[in-house]
Structure formats: C-alpha cells, structure tokens
C-alpha cells in the first residue's frame, strides 16, 4: 500500500468547546435506544460461543478487514478477540476466517456494546484503532467520546487503547476519559509493525500517529 493519505483537514483545532457538556449529560442519562435489528442478530450468533469459551475478552472495535484483530488475536493466544465492524464490505477482505481465538462480527459498534454491557460482558482489553474522526466541529456527538454510546464504552471496562492519525481526537478522547472520573495517558507512537492496512497507510504517509491508553479498572477516581 502505498503512502499516499491525506492528513485529517478540519477547522477545529483545540478540543470541542461543548465536550465538557456533553460528556456529562450522557454521565447522568440512560441511553435505551434500541439495536440495530442486524447488530442484535451478530450479537446472539456468538453469545452462546463467547459465553462457554471461559476465555477473557478483547474487543477490537471498528476492526475494518479484521488484520488487527488477527494481529491482536497472536498477541493475547489465551484470550478470546472479538473485531467488529459495521462494512461488511471490508469484514470480507479478511483472508481466512475466524480464527481459533478470534471472530469477526458485522454490527454496528455502539450497538455492540450496549448488548455486552446487558449481558454481563467485562473486557481484558479494548482497541480503536482509527475510528472515524468526524473532523467537522459540527459532527462532534458522532465521534465515539461525544456520542451516548461512550457510556457503554465505559461499562465495558479493560484496558482501553485509542489510535488516531489526529491528534485532537486523541485529545479529547483522553479528556472525555478524565471527565469520567478517569486517569489516561496519551503519546506519541511510531508502530515498527503496523497493526492494520490504515496504520501501514499513514506510516508510509508520514502522519503523525497517537495514542491514548486508559486501564478503566485500576485507573479511576471513583
């Protein structure tokens, strides 16, 4: 693949000004909106699978091709990894299937999350890689620290990582954590082995690439 991404364009280059408010509102709100019928369906095809393996949890949400969570899937052996992604377009890129640790599942994220908090999910670990950056200030309640669904993010529990060739969405993702009640960190990263067919696109591009980690378990104020 050759290098030849753009860097994210936007007039926004602080931290949304509204992040504060609206991290809070959905703190103290119940987001009940229904699943998507086809992310209900992913949902209980693997439920039975995910719940009898006796394995811990890796999520690798918003996973495009499933080459990261194959990668992840090599990192964790003991651990069950789940890629989720709502194209099935690039879900069947992915060269070979399911693997003995790892499933590839076509639902929506937000979804996704909310139907694993209901079942009594808890996560040993939690990758983005890359999400959508939703760069226009306007688009803010769709980037995943803005939308009502960063609740279940939550809930979910882990160690949480977010990637970005953005730096303010690292930024603020990091800030919605602290908002939270929360302890991230946030770097810098040059990956020598990119996890992911974007990640080895805006390596050879020359963007700079973030990192925001959080362990949503010991790494509290609560």
């Given amino acids: 693949m050759t290098g030849n991404s753009l860097p994210v364009q936007s007039p926004q280059q602080f931290c949304h000004p509204g992040l504060g408010r609206l991290v809070a ?10 699943p998507a019928p086809h992310s209900l369906a992913a949902f209980e095809a693997i439920r039975s699978r995910v719940e009898s393996a ?9 996973c495009g091709t499933g ?7 090599q990192t964790y052996p003991e651990m069950l990894v789940i ?22 599942v076509q639902a929506d994220c937000d979804d996704f999350w909310r139907l694993a908090v209901d079942a009594g999910w808890q996560l040993q670990h939690h990758f983005l890689f890359y ?12 980037r995943v620290h803005g939308s009502p669904h960063f ?66 378990v010991h790494n509290s104020r609560s």
Avoid: M
Wanted: aromatic share 8%.
């Fill in 83 to 104: 890629g989720i992604d709502k194209s099935a377009h690039r879900l069947q890129k992915h060269a070979g299937g399911d693997g003995d640790n790892y499933l590839l």
């Fill in 151 to 216: 609740t279940q993010l939550l809930a979910l529990g882990g160690r949480l990582e977010l990637r970005s060739n953005w730096q303010v969405y690292v930024e603020e993702f990091g800030l919605a954590l602290v908002l939270a009640g929360h302890y991230p960190h946030i770097s810098r990263i040059a990956p020598e082995n990119p996890l992911s067919l974007f990640e080895q696109k805006y390596l050879r591009s020359g963007h700079e690439l973030w990192r925001c980690r959080c362990d949503l």
């Fill in 131 to 142: 999400p959508n950056p939703w760069p226009k200030p306007r688009h803010i309640k769709r």
């Fill in 25 to 34: 509102r959905h703190l103290a709100t119940d987001n009940r909106r229904p």
């Fill in 67 to 73: 080459q990261s969570t194959a990668a992840l899937a």
């Fill in 54 to 62: 006796d394995r811990a949890l890796v999520f690798d949400s918003f």
